[in-house]
């Protein structure tokens, strides 16, 4: 792999000193010539001190990301080291009757543009950069060592790849092409996951410890599960005595698996209903009381250019499932967006609450599972953040 050199220009080091895995296009003074995205860049001060070593895309806006801060070798070797680390903080806390985790969660396994998740016999990767997609093939044969009974499958699908200058990448990496649905185990809860078709790697992962917290709060309520996906809040909640789970999306197969799933875990009869049916929609249009309601949308901001726009929907659906919880009821409600910060979000549910004429208390703040860490130097990659919420 072809290394080039990578000089700051003054002043522009600091962020790199405190182990920030990002350089932005203004702090680079110049690249060595005869560079091509992907390259591996040994990142120089001004004054050429050694900073570390990332690799390259002089395309985008990130124009290096950071894999060491120190002067080591980056090959297979390192990928094997990396993702061994990986593999044994998941398996220090994997809960009891799980199979279905992250394994490599980019900058915060210190392998930025790798998301590696593994279901059951089955490990999904993305690969989301140049300077990752330059090292597929050794991180393959590291995820190889580690689980060899393991088929890998890739779903490069994100947008990310676009702006990396990528297309679009899905298929069989390594063993079987998995079926068209996967059986996994999520705290002794089973649910059926479409690896090839269903959002993201196909299941959202980042909320374990978010459902078990509502399987712990849904003895003998009235539960509505807004964006419910294939069911993972509903299941939950019935399995934790929920006197009737609503479950409302839009998505006609993800309400056909999610019914499945209901069957799965024998929670298909009169407390589990399904409305396959807008969210907006269907809060404006009942007049129903709920004593728990779930709001977990999809991201609503993409890009700093959206935050206003996402402000105001997630300030909309809150106003009107505030509405609809009875007195003394809870709201849990999340956001994923990560242009939009704890600070703005808790902002945003005032001003829901304050509109709705409700009195409102925050009883616990929930971000990301254990299996999604976060680097401390890099704080962008706190996505989710959620609040639980009594409402009177």
Known sequence: MKTVRCLLAPGKEKPVL?????????????IEEG??????????SSREEFLGIGYLNPESQI?????????????????????AQAAALRQK??????NAYRLVHSEGDFLPGLIVDVYGDFLVAQFLTAGIEAWRGAIVQSLRKQFPACGIFEKSD?????????QRSVGVLAGDEPPETVEILENGISFGVDLRGGQKTGF??????????????SAGKRVLNCFAYTGGFSIYAAKGGAQEVVSVESSESAVELGRKNCLRNQVEDKRSVWAQQDVFDYLRATNREFDLIILDPPAFCKNKQQIQQAARGYKDINLQALKLVSKGGLLFTFSCSSYISPDLFQKILFGAAADARRDVRILRKTSHAFDHPINVYHPEGEYLKGFLCEVS
Do not use: C, N
């Open 18 to 30: 405190h182990r920030h895995p990002w350089i932005f296009s203004g702090a680079v003074d110049q």
């Open 35 to 44: 560079y091509a995205a992907g390259d591996l860049v040994r990142v120089l």
């Open 63 to 83: 124009v290096v990301r950071m894999l060491a801060f120190e002067d080591v070798a980056i090959d297979e070797a390192f990928f094997d080291h990396k993702i």
């Open 93 to 98: 806390f994997l809960p009891p009757a799980t």
């Open 158 to 166: 994100s947008d990310l790849r676009k702006w990396e200058g990528l």
């Open 204 to 217: 959202f992962l980042d909320q374990r410890e978010s459902r078990a917290a509502v399987r712990d709060l």
